[in-house]
Protein backbone atom coordinates (compact mmCIF):
# COMPACT_ATOMS: atom_id res chain seq x y z
CA UNK A 1 0.00 0.00 0.00
CA UNK A 2 3.05 2.59 0.66
CA UNK A 3 4.60 1.73 -2.65
CA UNK A 4 1.37 2.33 -4.51
CA UNK A 5 1.45 6.46 -2.94
CA UNK A 6 5.12 6.56 -3.77
CA UNK A 7 4.21 5.76 -7.21
CA UNK A 8 1.33 8.08 -7.13
CA UNK A 9 3.40 11.04 -5.63
CA UNK A 10 6.39 10.35 -8.37
CA UNK A 11 4.03 10.72 -11.03
CA UNK A 12 1.85 14.17 -9.29
CA UNK A 13 5.01 15.59 -9.45
CA UNK A 14 6.10 14.66 -12.62
CA UNK A 15 2.56 16.26 -13.95
CA UNK A 16 3.47 19.18 -12.17
CA UNK A 17 7.07 19.92 -13.52
CA UNK A 18 5.70 19.82 -17.04
CA UNK A 19 2.96 22.47 -16.21
CA UNK A 20 5.67 24.70 -14.61
CA UNK A 21 8.19 23.88 -17.66
CA UNK A 22 5.18 24.74 -20.10
CA UNK A 23 4.33 27.69 -18.63
CA UNK A 24 7.54 29.44 -18.37
CA UNK A 25 8.31 28.40 -22.31
CA UNK A 26 8.69 31.79 -23.98
CA UNK A 27 5.92 32.55 -26.99
CA UNK A 28 6.88 31.90 -30.52
CA UNK A 29 5.05 34.64 -32.15
CA UNK A 30 5.89 36.22 -35.63
CA UNK A 31 7.07 39.46 -36.14
CA UNK A 32 3.44 40.60 -36.89
CA UNK A 33 1.89 39.17 -33.91
CA UNK A 34 4.53 40.39 -31.60
CA UNK A 35 4.26 43.61 -32.64
CA UNK A 36 0.55 44.25 -31.89
CA UNK A 37 0.33 42.50 -28.98
CA UNK A 38 3.14 45.06 -28.04
CA UNK A 39 1.16 47.68 -28.66
CA UNK A 40 -1.29 47.14 -25.62
CA UNK A 41 1.31 46.76 -23.26
CA UNK A 42 2.51 49.68 -20.98
CA UNK A 43 5.97 51.62 -21.32
CA UNK A 44 7.44 49.62 -18.21
CA UNK A 45 6.89 46.64 -19.44
CA UNK A 46 8.42 46.95 -22.55
CA UNK A 47 11.74 48.94 -21.40
CA UNK A 48 12.39 45.81 -19.15
CA UNK A 49 11.65 43.25 -21.47
CA UNK A 50 14.10 45.11 -23.97
CA UNK A 51 16.73 45.48 -20.74
CA UNK A 52 16.12 41.62 -20.51
CA UNK A 53 16.65 40.62 -24.43
CA UNK A 54 19.37 42.82 -24.72
CA UNK A 55 21.41 41.47 -21.73
CA UNK A 56 20.44 37.92 -23.49
CA UNK A 57 21.62 38.81 -26.84
CA UNK A 58 25.24 40.26 -24.79
CA UNK A 59 25.18 36.68 -23.76
CA UNK A 60 24.70 35.08 -26.75
CA UNK A 61 27.55 37.44 -28.34
CA UNK A 62 29.54 35.95 -25.48
CA UNK A 63 28.99 32.40 -26.54
CA UNK A 64 28.32 31.87 -29.94
CA UNK A 65 31.04 32.24 -32.62
CA UNK A 66 28.59 32.55 -35.49
CA UNK A 67 25.13 32.51 -35.48
CA UNK A 68 23.41 31.60 -38.66
CA UNK A 69 21.46 34.19 -40.54
CA UNK A 70 18.78 33.78 -43.33
CA UNK A 71 18.52 36.31 -45.76
CA UNK A 72 14.80 37.12 -44.45
CA UNK A 73 17.04 37.76 -41.17
CA UNK A 74 19.22 40.00 -42.86
CA UNK A 75 16.42 41.65 -45.20
CA UNK A 76 14.45 42.59 -41.63
CA UNK A 77 17.83 43.51 -39.77
CA UNK A 78 18.40 45.76 -42.54
CA UNK A 79 14.66 47.63 -42.63
CA UNK A 80 14.31 48.03 -38.92
CA UNK A 81 17.74 49.65 -38.66
CA UNK A 82 16.32 52.23 -41.24
CA UNK A 83 13.56 52.97 -38.61
CA UNK A 84 15.72 54.00 -35.90
CA UNK A 85 18.84 55.91 -35.48
CA UNK A 86 20.51 54.46 -32.83
CA UNK A 87 20.75 50.98 -34.48
CA UNK A 88 24.15 50.36 -33.95
CA UNK A 89 24.07 50.51 -29.87
CA UNK A 90 21.02 47.59 -30.97
CA UNK A 91 23.07 45.48 -32.48
CA UNK A 92 24.97 42.66 -30.95
CA UNK A 93 25.09 39.49 -32.98
CA UNK A 94 26.37 41.24 -35.70
CA UNK A 95 28.84 44.31 -36.05
CA UNK A 96 27.59 47.45 -37.61
CA UNK A 97 29.74 46.97 -40.82
CA UNK A 98 28.54 43.92 -41.64
CA UNK A 99 25.25 45.45 -41.45
CA UNK A 100 26.11 48.32 -44.11
CA UNK A 101 27.37 45.32 -46.36
CA UNK A 102 24.24 43.68 -46.31
CA UNK A 103 22.90 47.14 -47.53
CA UNK A 104 25.40 47.50 -50.30
CA UNK A 105 24.66 43.49 -51.58
CA UNK A 106 20.84 44.25 -51.31
CA UNK A 107 21.36 47.72 -53.09
CA UNK A 108 23.58 45.61 -55.69
CA UNK A 109 21.02 42.73 -55.95
CA UNK A 110 18.16 45.20 -56.32
CA UNK A 111 19.70 47.27 -59.77
CA UNK A 112 20.92 44.23 -61.28
CA UNK A 113 17.61 42.67 -60.73
CA UNK A 114 16.22 45.99 -62.65
CA UNK A 115 19.01 46.98 -65.24
CA UNK A 116 18.90 43.10 -66.33
CA UNK A 117 18.31 42.24 -70.21
CA UNK A 118 15.14 41.01 -71.37
CA UNK A 119 16.08 37.63 -72.78
CA UNK A 120 15.51 38.66 -76.38
CA UNK A 121 15.08 36.05 -79.57
CA UNK A 122 18.25 35.59 -81.40
CA UNK A 123 18.53 37.65 -84.25
CA UNK A 124 19.43 34.67 -86.51
CA UNK A 125 17.85 31.35 -87.14
CA UNK A 126 19.05 28.41 -85.46
CA UNK A 127 19.75 26.71 -88.10
CA UNK A 128 22.47 29.20 -89.71
CA UNK A 129 23.81 28.87 -85.99
CA UNK A 130 24.45 25.57 -86.18
CA UNK A 131 25.71 26.13 -89.69
CA UNK A 132 28.10 28.25 -88.49
CA UNK A 133 29.71 25.83 -86.10
CA UNK A 134 30.00 23.38 -88.45
CA UNK A 135 31.71 25.64 -90.69
CA UNK A 136 34.31 26.21 -87.94
CA UNK A 137 34.17 23.00 -86.85
CA UNK A 138 35.19 21.54 -90.04
CA UNK A 139 37.84 24.29 -91.38
CA UNK A 140 39.52 25.05 -88.32
CA UNK A 141 41.85 27.63 -90.74
CA UNK A 142 38.78 29.62 -91.51
CA UNK A 143 38.30 33.01 -89.25
CA UNK A 144 35.16 34.81 -88.96
CA UNK A 145 35.62 36.72 -91.76
CA UNK A 146 35.91 33.75 -94.10
CA UNK A 147 32.91 32.14 -93.05
CA UNK A 148 31.32 34.93 -93.43
CA UNK A 149 32.45 35.14 -97.18
CA UNK A 150 31.00 31.61 -97.33
CA UNK A 151 27.38 32.42 -95.76
CA UNK A 152 26.99 35.51 -98.24
CA UNK A 153 27.74 33.29 -101.09
CA UNK A 154 24.34 31.26 -99.93
CA UNK A 155 22.93 34.49 -99.18
CA UNK A 156 22.91 34.65 -95.56
CA UNK A 157 22.72 37.93 -94.32
CA UNK A 158 25.69 38.04 -90.65
CA UNK A 159 27.68 40.54 -89.52
CA UNK A 160 31.24 39.52 -88.32
CA UNK A 161 30.60 39.80 -84.55
CA UNK A 162 27.84 37.70 -84.51
CA UNK A 163 29.98 35.05 -86.18
CA UNK A 164 33.00 35.70 -83.83
CA UNK A 165 29.83 34.94 -80.75
CA UNK A 166 29.41 31.41 -81.82
CA UNK A 167 32.89 30.44 -82.63
CA UNK A 168 34.62 28.05 -80.17
CA UNK A 169 36.61 30.09 -77.60
CA UNK A 170 39.92 28.33 -78.20
CA UNK A 171 41.22 29.18 -81.86
CA UNK A 172 43.83 27.78 -83.46
CA UNK A 173 46.52 30.11 -84.76
CA UNK A 174 46.59 30.62 -88.31
CA UNK A 175 48.97 28.41 -90.12
CA UNK A 176 49.34 25.73 -87.78
CA UNK A 177 51.38 22.33 -88.68
CA UNK A 178 48.91 19.93 -89.56
CA UNK A 179 48.29 16.78 -87.07
CA UNK A 180 48.77 13.24 -88.08
CA UNK A 181 45.08 12.75 -88.24
CA UNK A 182 44.93 15.49 -90.88
CA UNK A 183 47.94 14.37 -92.76
CA UNK A 184 46.54 10.70 -93.18
CA UNK A 185 43.13 12.05 -93.78
CA UNK A 186 44.87 14.44 -96.62
CA UNK A 187 46.45 11.59 -98.60
CA UNK A 188 44.88 8.15 -97.50
CA UNK A 189 44.24 7.46 -101.14
CA UNK A 190 48.42 7.33 -101.91
CA UNK A 191 49.45 5.62 -98.37
CA UNK A 192 49.39 2.46 -97.34
CA UNK A 193 50.28 0.94 -93.66
CA UNK A 194 52.07 -2.18 -91.90
CA UNK A 195 52.43 -3.42 -88.65
CA UNK A 196 53.00 -6.93 -86.83
CA UNK A 197 51.16 -8.44 -83.58
CA UNK A 198 52.26 -11.53 -81.75
CA UNK A 199 49.73 -14.59 -81.16
CA UNK A 200 50.39 -17.80 -78.86
CA UNK A 201 49.06 -21.28 -80.00
CA UNK A 202 47.97 -23.55 -76.95
CA UNK A 203 52.14 -24.72 -76.23
CA UNK A 204 52.22 -21.16 -75.87
CA UNK A 205 54.37 -20.44 -78.63
CA UNK A 206 55.05 -17.05 -80.49
CA UNK A 207 53.71 -16.25 -83.65
CA UNK A 208 53.85 -12.84 -85.39
CA UNK A 209 51.09 -11.58 -87.83
CA UNK A 210 51.91 -8.67 -90.50
CA UNK A 211 50.10 -6.85 -91.96
CA UNK A 212 49.49 -4.36 -94.77
CA UNK A 213 46.60 -2.13 -95.40
CA UNK A 214 45.44 0.48 -97.67
CA UNK A 215 44.24 3.19 -95.71
CA UNK A 216 41.72 4.79 -98.52
CA UNK A 217 39.32 1.75 -98.62
CA UNK A 218 41.02 -0.24 -95.73
CA UNK A 219 41.47 -3.28 -97.65
CA UNK A 220 43.46 -5.92 -96.37
CA UNK A 221 46.29 -6.13 -98.97
CA UNK A 222 48.80 -8.58 -97.59
CA UNK A 223 49.09 -10.81 -94.71
CA UNK A 224 51.40 -13.36 -93.53
CA UNK A 225 52.16 -15.63 -90.10
CA UNK A 226 55.79 -16.36 -89.67
CA UNK A 227 57.41 -17.32 -86.22
CA UNK A 228 60.55 -15.44 -86.67
CA UNK A 229 60.48 -12.16 -88.90
CA UNK A 230 63.37 -10.74 -89.84
CA UNK A 231 64.23 -7.86 -92.29
CA UNK A 232 64.29 -10.20 -95.18
CA UNK A 233 61.33 -12.23 -94.50
CA UNK A 234 59.60 -8.72 -94.10
CA UNK A 235 61.03 -7.62 -97.30
CA UNK A 236 60.29 -10.62 -98.97
CA UNK A 237 56.20 -9.64 -97.63
CA UNK A 238 56.07 -6.09 -99.59
CA UNK A 239 57.80 -7.52 -102.61
CA UNK A 240 54.12 -10.39 -102.67
CA UNK A 241 52.37 -6.69 -101.89
CA UNK A 242 53.42 -4.71 -104.74
CA UNK A 243 54.28 -6.92 -108.07
CA UNK A 244 55.33 -5.77 -111.13
CA UNK A 245 56.07 -2.21 -109.21
CA UNK A 246 52.03 -1.33 -108.61
CA UNK A 247 52.48 0.10 -104.86
CA UNK A 248 51.69 3.20 -103.06
CA UNK A 249 53.58 6.10 -102.53
CA UNK A 250 54.23 6.46 -99.06
CA UNK A 251 54.29 3.42 -96.09
CA UNK A 252 53.37 3.79 -92.66
CA UNK A 253 54.78 1.85 -89.99
CA UNK A 254 56.54 2.14 -86.87
CA UNK A 255 60.36 2.35 -86.49
CA UNK A 256 60.70 -1.74 -85.13
CA UNK A 257 64.17 -3.43 -86.49
CA UNK A 258 62.23 -5.51 -88.48
CA UNK A 259 61.76 -2.68 -90.75
CA UNK A 260 65.94 -2.41 -92.21
CA UNK A 261 68.00 -1.77 -94.78
CA UNK A 262 66.81 -4.61 -97.00
CA UNK A 263 63.12 -3.12 -96.94
CA UNK A 264 64.27 0.63 -97.09
CA UNK A 265 66.05 -0.10 -100.41
CA UNK A 266 62.81 -2.28 -102.27
CA UNK A 267 60.80 0.20 -100.71
CA UNK A 268 62.81 2.82 -102.35
CA UNK A 269 63.35 0.83 -105.58
CA UNK A 270 59.73 0.77 -106.01
CA UNK A 271 59.24 4.63 -105.24
CA UNK A 272 57.89 4.01 -102.05
CA UNK A 273 58.43 6.63 -99.19
CA UNK A 274 58.53 5.11 -95.66
CA UNK A 275 56.78 7.23 -93.37
CA UNK A 276 57.92 5.90 -89.60
CA UNK A 277 55.74 7.25 -86.98
CA UNK A 278 57.22 9.05 -83.45
CA UNK A 279 58.44 7.07 -80.79
CA UNK A 280 55.22 6.26 -78.06
CA UNK A 281 52.67 7.27 -80.57
CA UNK A 282 50.62 4.22 -81.79
CA UNK A 283 48.02 6.53 -82.87
CA UNK A 284 49.89 7.76 -85.54
CA UNK A 285 49.41 4.01 -87.50
CA UNK A 286 45.72 4.20 -85.95
CA UNK A 287 43.94 2.83 -88.36
CA UNK A 288 46.49 -0.47 -88.88
CA UNK A 289 46.15 -0.96 -84.93
CA UNK A 290 42.57 -0.55 -84.98
CA UNK A 291 42.55 -3.82 -88.06
CA UNK A 292 44.58 -5.64 -85.25
CA UNK A 293 41.93 -4.85 -82.35
CA UNK A 294 39.37 -6.31 -84.99
CA UNK A 295 41.29 -9.12 -85.73
CA UNK A 296 41.63 -9.98 -81.60
CA UNK A 297 38.52 -9.47 -81.06
CA UNK A 298 36.75 -10.93 -83.72
CA UNK A 299 38.43 -14.03 -84.22
CA UNK A 300 41.61 -14.83 -82.42
CA UNK A 301 40.34 -14.26 -78.80
CA UNK A 302 37.45 -16.98 -79.61
CA UNK A 303 40.03 -19.48 -81.49
CA UNK A 304 42.52 -22.00 -79.95
CA UNK A 305 45.55 -21.94 -82.46
CA UNK A 306 47.25 -25.19 -82.68
CA UNK A 307 49.74 -24.33 -84.67
CA UNK A 308 51.43 -22.06 -87.68
CA UNK A 309 49.49 -23.33 -90.30
CA UNK A 310 46.37 -23.28 -88.40
CA UNK A 311 46.89 -19.60 -87.61
CA UNK A 312 47.50 -19.01 -91.35
CA UNK A 313 43.99 -20.36 -92.54
CA UNK A 314 42.25 -18.83 -89.80
CA UNK A 315 43.84 -15.31 -90.52
CA UNK A 316 43.16 -15.36 -94.19
CA UNK A 317 39.65 -16.34 -93.81
CA UNK A 318 38.72 -13.28 -91.24
CA UNK A 319 40.86 -11.46 -94.47
CA UNK A 320 38.93 -12.78 -96.98
CA UNK A 321 35.80 -11.80 -94.93
CA UNK A 322 36.94 -8.72 -93.44
CA UNK A 323 37.60 -7.06 -97.68
CA UNK A 324 34.47 -8.87 -98.91
CA UNK A 325 31.87 -8.77 -96.67
CA UNK A 326 32.03 -7.07 -93.54
CA UNK A 327 31.00 -3.25 -93.38
CA UNK A 328 33.36 -1.19 -92.08
CA UNK A 329 32.56 2.32 -89.96
CA UNK A 330 35.43 3.93 -90.84
CA UNK A 331 34.49 4.21 -94.92
CA UNK A 332 30.69 5.11 -94.02
CA UNK A 333 29.65 1.27 -93.38
CA UNK A 334 31.13 0.22 -97.38
CA UNK A 335 32.90 -2.81 -97.71
CA UNK A 336 37.22 -2.22 -98.75
CA UNK A 337 36.62 -4.56 -101.80
CA UNK A 338 33.88 -2.57 -102.93
CA UNK A 339 34.58 0.27 -101.61
CA UNK A 340 33.70 2.93 -104.96
CA UNK A 341 31.00 0.91 -105.61
CA UNK A 342 27.19 2.15 -104.80
CA UNK A 343 25.23 -0.54 -102.71
CA UNK A 344 23.11 -2.72 -105.04
CA UNK A 345 19.66 -2.68 -104.05
CA UNK A 346 18.41 -5.97 -104.70
CA UNK A 347 15.20 -8.04 -103.74
CA UNK A 348 14.78 -11.37 -102.97
CA UNK A 349 15.18 -14.17 -100.54
CA UNK A 350 17.85 -13.19 -97.66
CA UNK A 351 20.65 -15.90 -97.28
CA UNK A 352 23.35 -16.43 -94.56
CA UNK A 353 26.75 -18.06 -94.88
CA UNK A 354 28.97 -18.91 -92.45
CA UNK A 355 32.39 -17.63 -91.71
CA UNK A 356 34.95 -19.05 -89.11
CA UNK A 357 32.50 -22.74 -88.37
CA UNK A 358 29.64 -19.84 -87.71
CA UNK A 359 31.63 -17.90 -85.37
CA UNK A 360 30.19 -14.66 -87.73
CA UNK A 361 27.89 -14.98 -90.97
CA UNK A 362 27.58 -13.51 -94.02
CA UNK A 363 24.36 -11.78 -95.37
CA UNK A 364 22.89 -11.52 -98.55
CA UNK A 365 19.65 -11.47 -100.55
CA UNK A 366 19.43 -14.30 -103.35
CA UNK A 367 17.94 -13.27 -106.47
CA UNK A 368 14.45 -15.44 -107.69
CA UNK A 369 14.96 -16.72 -110.52
CA UNK A 370 11.96 -17.39 -112.48
Given amino acids: MISYYIILGKCLIFRLLQLIKVGVKPATLSLFAGTL ?4 RS ?17 LNRHVKRPQLTHRDRFLLILLARCTGFWKQ ?36 PETIELIRKMAKENRLWGADRIRGELLKLDIQV ?6 KYLPK ?10 WATFLKNHAKDIWACDFTVVYDWLFRAYYIFVVMELKT ?10 SPSDEWTTQQLREATPWGKGPKYLLHDRDSKY ?4 SSV ?37 LILHGKHLQRVVKEYTTYFNQDRPHQGIGQHIPSFYDQPIAKTTGRITSRAILGGLHHSYSRQNNLN
Fill in 43 to 59: RTDLIVENALLRQQLIF
Fill in 260 to 263: GIRF
Fill in 159 to 164: CKRTIQ
Fill in 90 to 125: ALHIVQPDTLLRWHRELFRFYWRRKSRHKQDKPKIS
Fill in 218 to 227: RRIVQVAVTQ
Fill in 170 to 179: ARITPNPSQT
Fill in 267 to 303: AAGSGIAELRTPYRAPRANGVCERFMGSLRRECLDHT
Fill in 37 to 40: SDMA
